[in-house]
């Protein structure tokens, strides 16, 4: 959703346990899916006693213990799904390097299965989709273990302007792991937060604006929000068709990329994956090159995306400068000159295509449905007010339903704007004129307290690098880059369409040399002792 980087983690009705380092061991720690796969292979461990280990953390973690709320609901499936794929692995058939490994999918991406799909809103509970949505069918095509659904931000974050991000009305608030009364962020803070827990090998999650990226700079994770259209929307709950997209959001980038390439896929049904620029099938393990950065030219975007954040400025330029070191060219300046030009108008597109796109979605789920159009769902919120409404509205629904169709003037006109503006004028200009690689910008600041009374609020930037990226639809990708007081903070990556082998190549030769991530220590509070 628009921006989201946000705050933190809390439902009124929360006990805040005390940590206990029994709650925090845990054996499969920070493994990444390359481990998970050579512990099946040697007969270590089975797809069954890593989906088995997975589910105990989250009753130890999740449901008890420091209690993040962010997983919704486990697949109750899940273990006769691991012993299918132990079985073909017996046989000697291995589908690949996702192969009986646990993932998490975020509650807006339909599964067809024993689970829920309900953005997170008590409207579409009970609802089981007519199939499961396409990259879904390509990760169990993969051999991936979907262990459940993660907590979010109701309806992706687009229902009030004063909301919490990572609560739902469905789930509650979700917590930061590395201090809990601090905010997971954006849309995706479920996913976020698991992942950075060691609940799941990896998560997926979506992203409008900033929903991917945000969580993820904000629980120590890698997130890649990939170009428009190279993974399919189909069976995933709607914001806006010119800028949603699914990512994958993990501890490595290597793990990152293997869950990228096991989605991405045409698809007949979502007209963007089917574009002529749209490159062949890659192969992302070839970008993992410990060297990547060697002669690489990066250009740093300074207006705007720094500034905002003292901690989030300072970690950068030391990202900046091992990026020198690794033999990254550094071109500093190099500004988007169109940076701020179309905020009001990528609100304006979000809330027309939020209406007809939501409608499409529900008359996909059929007459099962209860709510099948945006006035439904208002309805359905005003009828449930104690349940649905306990701390914040749905201004942004009563805005959006008042739009006209997509054919309305004022809405054709800001899309073909806000493109110009953020592709041929803004990132395309800078990395042509300066001939780069890459653009390079802190992701978002440290991670703020989570606040029911007055929902969101941020040291972040309303001009982030997920603005540009998420209008213009190219590819952003966020690496650990540091600390403050304890709270993780990323280091973006961007640059034209397509360009996710680029990025994934400067992204993972900076996690090499740097290796800033940390697990969580499901601290009370950020740690004011230290920087």
């Known amino acids: 959703m628009r921006k989201i980087i946000a705050l933190a983690a809390l439902c009124a009705a929360a006990v805040v346990r005390a940590q206990t380092p029994a709650a925090t061991r845990f054996d499969l720690d920070e493994l990444t899916i390359a481990d998970l796969q050579q512990r099946m292979q040697n007969g270590q461990e089975t797809a069954r006693s890593i989906a088995q280990k997975y589910l105990a953390r989250i009753d130890a973690i999740d449901r008890n213990g420091p209690t993040l709320r962010s997983v919704l609901e486990v697949n109750p499936d899940a273990l006769a799904i ?7 692995r017996k046989s000697g058939r291995v589908r690949g390097p996702l192969h009986g490994t646990p993932i998490l999918l975020k509650d807006n991406i339909a599964t067809a299965d024993k689970m829920m799909t309900t953005a997170g809103s008590l409207a ?3 609802v089981t989709p007519p199939s499961d949505a396409f990259i879904v069918a390509r990760l169990r095509e993969a051999g991936a273990v979907i262990l459940g659904k993660t907590n979010l931000s109701e309806w992706a974050n687009f229902r009030s302007t004063h909301s919490s991000s990572g609560w739902s009305g469905r789930g509650g608030q979700t917590r930061n792991p590395y201090a809990l009364d601090r905010n997971p962020s954006g849309s995706s803070s479920g996913s976020g937060a698991a992942v950075a827990a060691n609940l799941a090998a990896a998560a997926v999650g979506t992203e409008t604006d900033g929903s991917i990226v945000s969580p993820s700079t904000s629980n120590g994770l890698v997130g890649i929000k990939p170009t428009l259209g190279l993974l399919s929307r189909t069976g995933i709950v709607p914001i806006a068709h010119s800028q949603d997209t699914a990512g994958p959001m993990a501890r490595t980038v290597a793990d990152a990329a293997a869950l990228l390439a096991a989605m991405a896929a045409a698809d007949s049904a979502d007209a963007a994956t089917r574009s002529t620029r749209r490159p062949a099938a890659a192969d992302y393990t070839r970008s993992l090159v410990a060297s990547g950065l060697s002669g690489a030219r990066l250009g740093v975007v300074r207006n705007k995306l720094f500034g905002y954040s003292v901690a989030a400025d300072r ?9 020198k070191k690794q033999g990254a060219v550094i071109v500093d300046p190099a500004n988007i000159t169109t940076l701020g030009s179309f905020g009001d108008t990528e609100f304006e597109v979000l809330l027309y295509e939020f209406k007809a796109d939501l409608a499409k979605y529900v008359t996909w789920l059929g007459p099962a449905s209860p709510v099948h159009s945006l006035k439904d769902v208002i309805g359905f919120n005003d009828a449930h007010r104690d349940q649905e409404m306990p701390y914040f509205g749905q201004e942004i629904m009563t805005m959006a339903e008042k739009k ?16 110009r503006q953020a592709r041929q004028l803004g990132i395309d200009a800078v990395m042509t004129k300066f001939k780069l690689d890459a653009l390079v910008a802190p992701t978002g600041a440290p991670a703020s307290l989570t606040d029911l009374v007055n929902g969101d609020s941020s040291l972040a930037n309303s001009d982030a690098p997920s603005t540009v990226t998420s209008v213009a639809g190219y590819p952003h990708i966020t690496v650990p880059a540091g600390y403050e007081r304890g709270l993780p903070v990323g280091i973006s990556f961007f640059g034209r369409a397509w360009s996710e082998p680029t990025l994934i190549r400067i992204a993972y030769a900076y996690e090499q040399a740097t290796k800033h991530r940390k697990p969580p220590s499901f601290a009370q509070t950020a740690d004011l002792t230290r920087q």
Do not use: H
């Not at 970690?315 to 990026?323: G, K, L, R, V, Y």
């Open 315 to 323: 970690i950068a330029e030391a990202a900046i400068a091992d990026m």
């Open 404 to 419: 006209g169709p997509l054919t309305t003037p004022a809405y054709v006109a800001a899309l073909a704007k806000n493109r």
């Open 82 to 88: 691991a012993d299918s794929l132990d079985a073909e």
């Open 124 to 126: 579409l509970a009970g």
